[in-house]
Structure formats: structure tokens, C-alpha cells
């Protein structure tokens, strides 16, 4: 038979040990997360993010393990994350219009643009679709797409040679 106060005993260190416990998996979590989403990964750095109160032998355990795992873990999260449909390829040809319910659009130049677009397939077992995407541009807004794409390419420019 246990006396009494062996049972509060033992029941203070189990609570105090799943203190500690939730503490370290809350500081493995945010190492994790910032090794993953921060570019966190040197070791050094992932070291500084935990607990100063941990013992330096489970830091390193820690930190080891996780920068172990990193490069896999970091594909992993690649692989599922949602992407955007990509243009695949794209033709063009410049039509004039013979009839229009406008008599001003009529023998208007106009660009006719088709673009193929691969639509991220939804699961790994799947085959990604591509789809023709047809559309009809006049001569103003294509240069106003034109404009728009080339403060594009300007900024892409610049965050490239930076």
C-alpha cells in the first residue's frame, strides 16, 4: 500500500514533466516552422531559437535531427503546396473584323490570343490538364497589357540583379 503523499508526490512530477514536455514540443514546433518558412538552417541559428533553460546535449539532439530532416521535410512541403496554372505556350495572329454590331469596330485591327494552360493536377496520382484559353484583344488593351507586362519584366529585372 502507497501513503497519500507519495500519490501527490508522484502526481506534481508528472504534471511538472508534461509542463516541460508541451514547452519542448512548442520549441521544436517554431524550429520546425522557422527552418522551413524563415530559411533558418544553419545550425548555429536553429540553436538560438530554442529555450536557453534546455540542456545543451538535447539542443544538439534537437537541431541535429531536425537539420537531418530538413531537406526532406522542405520537398515535402513543396510537393504539397498548391500551384498556379502555368502558361505552356501561346499563339497569336492579328484578325480584321469584317462586321460588327458597332459600325466605329468595323475593319478594326484586333489580336486574336490563345493560350495554353496547364491546370495543377490534384493529387500526386493525377495528370496535370492543359487547357486552350481563346480570347479577342483590341489595340488599346493590348497596349495596356503590353504596358503592364513590360513593368513586369522591368521589376523581375531588378529583383534578379540585386
Not at 541559428?45 to 537531418?68: E, N, T, Y
Not at 492579328?94 to 484586333?110: C, E, G, I, Q
Not at 495554353?116 to 484559353?133: C, D, F, L, M, R
Request: with cysteine; hydrophobic share 40%.
Amino acid at each position: 500500500h502507497t501513503p497519500p503523499h507519495s500519490l501527490t508526490l508522484t502526481h506534481t512530477h508528472t504534471c511538472t514533466f508534461s509542463v516541460a514536455l508541451l514547452q519542448l514540443f512548442r520549441a521544436t514546433s517554431q524550429l520546425i516552422s522557422a527552418a522551413l518558412f524563415e530559411s533558418v538552417n544553419t545550425k548555429e541559428s536553429l540553436v538560438a531559437l530554442l529555450p536557453g533553460s534546455l540542456h545543451s546535449k538535447l539542443k544538439s539532439l534537437i537541431v541535429s535531427v531536425v537539420a537531418a530532416n530538413l531537406p526532406t521535410w522542405t520537398q515535402q512541403h513543396r510537393n504539397s503546396q498548391l500551384s498556379l496554372p502555368r502558361l505552356k505556350d501561346f499563339d497569336w495572329r492579328v484578325d480584321l473584323k469584317a462586321a460588327s454590331d458597332s459600325v466605329v469596330r468595323m475593319a478594326a485591327p484586333t489580336c486574336i490570343v490563345q493560350m495554353n494552360i496547364q491546370n495543377p493536377a490534384a493529387s500526386a496520382s493525377e495528370i496535370a490538364t492543359v487547357s486552350a484559353h481563346t480570347f479577342e484583344v483590341s489595340k488599346e488593351t493590348l497596349d495596356t497589357m503590353l504596358d503592364g507586362l513590360g513593368r513586369i519584366r522591368d521589376q523581375l529585372a531588378s529583383v534578379g540583379s540585386q
